[in-house]
């Protein structure tokens, strides 16, 4: 009913429109990306048939952003480091080549924090992305800009990538989808930082969409031949699913308790469930989630199989060069000196106190692995976990660094390599987007696309910000 043509051009308007408020694209291709949506319009036009276009190219002309982390030909790929401002990709990461192959054609990139390891997506490159909810509130990190883009309408499809959550606890506070994927399925190679070491099986990287239906075939095609290892020709039952529900973490000293309307959230999706489905949802307390931010932060400083260590932030706040001295950047910052933020500051700083206590490191990783076993045991092979996406809705830009440690809400899932998909749930009593993760086990990934697809039809998924 349109062309590509009208297409590309409403979100280019879109994001000229929006973007002056929300910081989200970093950098755009808009001349690019509308020379190549004429070239959709010509090749439809000379009509070699729907059916091989739909097999050959099943995102053709679909408009994408790319976080900036990830290499896109010809766009900056700094990941909001200073000494890094200058660098332009050569190439595409894997993922970005995949999609665009597909046909999809990427309107620019978007920011994240610095290095991808905060969740607050500000930097000294590019500054502070807003939440198109309320511009006083954080985009969540470290996929930020792609959770903000997306609420925002300006994107269809985004590219991210999740070590600790920064796919889901964007998509949350913005009130989109994010899946992040089995570890070892999507490719990730072509950003930057990428993983090495023994974090190489928890750095995940998979699709953030406005529509639940648009997470699988993307991950189809982000996957390539790794798809293999899913199920997702499988027809999921969802009466036939084992749904288990967990409240909060137990209660870590460490992090927040979780919101009362998250909860209550939590609570209508559990009588959702139960009376439509005629299911039963198994209450479940598993103790050791309550140690979430102390195993996964033992688990990412472990040595991998070989004995190699893994690598240290204060090394690549650097980037090749010298490796950082949190305690000087520190001086440097209080007196406006420094061109790393905050939060990389400090945790460079606390990455110095985790290998301190060896024995208690060991203890730790020893219960990440027994954890890891006795949630597979309890998922089986047709079992969803529903828990909280983070303890309170969309926090006010700077108040993560007064309770850093929250993210413990989705960087377990990662150390235990499941598959996890983000939901939206409607705007709570401050218009802002509440959600909640559906949790499978390893390679599961199709049951929780599913019932994502079937909560966005009872909660009604993605809310027009500024539309209530």
Same mark, same amino acid.
Not at 156 to 182: C, E, L, Q, W, Y
Not at 215 to 226: F, I, K, Q, T
Not at 403 to 411: H, L, Q, R, W
């Given at each position: ?69 990830? *290499?896109? +030909?010809? =766009? ?15 190439s595409d990461a894997t993922v970005v080549s995949r999609l665009k192959q597909a046909g999809a054609i990427p309107l620019g990139v978007t920011n994240c924090s610095e290095l991808c390891m905060w969740y607050e997506s500000s930097n000294r490159v590019y500054g ?13 990190? *470290?996929?930020?800009?792609?959770? *903000? ?29 994010? #899946? ?30 406005? +529509? ?9 095609? =982000? ?11 499988? %027809?999921? *039952? ?7 529900? =967990? ?26 469930l139960e009376s439509d489905l005629g299911v039963r949802v198994q209450r479940v307390a598993i103790h050791k989630m309550k140690y979430s931010f102390q195993i996964w932060s033992a688990m990412m400083s472990s040595k991998d199989s070989e004995g190699q260590e ?29 061109? #790393? ?21 060991? %203890? ?10 006795? =949630? ?10 529903? +828990? ?68 966005? %039809? ?11």
């Open positions: 009913q349109v062309t590509c043509m009208e297409v590309m051009e409403a979100y280019v308007e879109r994001i000229k429109e929006v973007n002056p408020l929300i910081n989200a694209v970093v950098k755009d291709r808009f001349e690019e990306a509308l020379q190549e949506a004429r070239q959709v319009d010509k090749l439809l036009s000379e009509g070699p048939g729907d059916d091989y276009l739909e097999e050959k190219f099943p995102l053709l002309g679909v408009p994408i952003t790319v976080k900036e982390a990830f *290499s896109l +030909y010809g =766009m900056p790929n700094t990941s909001g480091l200073v000494n890094r401002r200058n660098v332009i990709a050569t502070r992305t807003n939440n198109p909810y309320d511009l006083q509130r954080i985009v969540g990190g *470290s996929s930020g800009g792609e959770g *903000s883009v997306l609420a925002a309408a300006c994107s269809v499809i985004g590219v991210g990538s999740d070590i600790g959550g920064s796919i889901r606890m964007p998509a949350f506070f913005n009130g989109v989808f994010g #899946h992040k994927p089995t570890t070892g399925v999507v490719p990730n190679d072509g950003q930057f930082p990428n993983a090495q070491g023994v974090r190489t099986s928890y750095l995940c990287t998979g699709p953030m969409c406005r +529509y639940a239906e648009d997470l699988e075939p993307v991950l189809r095609v =982000m996957a390539g031949p790794g798809i293999s290892k899913l199920k997702l020709n499988e %027809k999921v *039952s969802l009466e036939k699913i084992k749904f288990h529900c =967990m409240d909060h973490d137990g209660g870590s000293i460490f992090v927040s308790p979780v919101d009362k309307e998250i909860l209550q959230a939590q609570k209508k999706v559990v009588e959702h893994a690598q240290r932030f204060t090394d690549l706040l650097g980037d090749h060069g010298k490796p950082v001295w949190p305690l000087w950047e520190l001086m440097k910052w209080l007196v406006g000196m420094s061109s #790393h933020t905050l939060p990389a500051i400090a945790l460079g700083l606390t990455e110095k106190l985790v290998n301190l206590n060896l024995s208690g490191k060991a %203890k730790l990783v020893s219960m990440g692995k027994s954890l890891q076993e006795e =949630m597979e045991a309890l998922l089986g092979p047709d079992g969803v976990l529903l +828990y909280p996406s983070h303890p309170t809705i969309a926090p006010k830009h700077h108040s993560p660094i007064c309770m850093p440690f929250n993210f413990a809400y989705t960087a377990i899932f990662n150390v235990l390599g499941l598959p996890v998909t983000q939901c939206p749930l409607g705007l709570g009593s401050e218009g802002l987007p509440l959600g909640i993760q559906l949790v499978a086990a390893a390679y599961n990934d199709h049951l929780t696309l599913a019932v994502a697809q079937y909560l966005e %039809k009872a909660f009604g998924g993605w809310v027009l910000p500024g539309k209530v």
